[in-house]
């Protein structure tokens, strides 16, 4: 009697014990998301794209990339190479399998990650579809790390106070396009036709400042789309329009150049 009361109880805790295990696994498997899974649909993937000009040139990613259409759909109409990665195995699972169907292994890559870890410096577009709290969270690593000239785009949600550059609807869901923009703020010596001194500050593409052109003050006006910048100098209310393309510490126009200072 004792001896079966005692094997009863080993049984007892050597299934709770296999039962827990066998749980263990699974919960630990459980990815923690920081945004539900909802695909964009595919005419919406179409435009995005199409608004992001992508080349086949391009690297593009998918931040949160679901089950890869994004990407796949980049690399089988743009030729272009394509990474994605999601919190998801199940997702992961999914995007691997329709690279396959779309024939377009050798050109993209799908990743179990979290996408706050992934670095999108060597990007030149970011596809997302994530939360307006999510984009603003990436907004600096973007601005920082991406090359300026690339393209984000977003299906549904914005980036705050960094106002899109090109703003649509497709199919009744709201899309947004941004360029990022060079990095201008400072002091530049103009030469051309008429040089002054600039002294710009600088809001995401939004450029504003002051010129000084013979010791007289001028109000300056801008904007950057990427590399390329246009600037509006208030000259005693006569405006003068420079267009440039930055590259690094200078800005190249017709008939005019400046330098960082
Ligand atoms: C709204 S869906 C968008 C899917 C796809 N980009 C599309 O447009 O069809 C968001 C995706 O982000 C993934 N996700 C949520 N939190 C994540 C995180 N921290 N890191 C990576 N992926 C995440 C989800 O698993 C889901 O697949």
Known sequence: MMSQLVYTRRAACALIAAVSFSAMPALAQEPKLDVIYVPTPQAVVDRMLELAEVKSTDSVIDLGCGDGRMIVTAAKTYGAKGFGVDINPVRINEANENAKKAGVTDKVTFKVGNLFDESVANSDVITMYLLTE???????????????????????????????????????????????????????????????????????????????????????????????????????????????????????????SATKA
């Not at 907004?139 to 106002?163: T, Y």
């Not at 939004?206 to 801008?222: C, H």
């Open 134 to 256: 999510l984009n603003l969270r990436l907004r600096p690593k973007i601005l920082d790390e991406m090359k300026p000239g690339s393209r984000v785009v977003s299906h549904a949600f914005n980036m705050g106070e960094w106002k899109p550059d090109v703003e649509e609807v497709v199919d009744g869901k709201q899309v947004y396009l941004w360029h990022v923009p060079a990095k201008v703020q400072g002091k530049w010596d103009v030469k051309g036709e008429q040089p002054m001194t600039l002294e710009l500050t600088q809001s995401f593409q939004m450029v504003s400042g002051k010129a000084t052109i013979n010791g007289k003050p001028a109000e300056v006006s801008g904007r950057l789309r990427g590399k390329a910048i246009t600037l509006t100098v208030d000259i005693d209310g006569k405006k003068q329009e420079l267009k440039g393309t930055v590259e690094g510490n200078e800005v190249k126009g017709s008939g005019w």
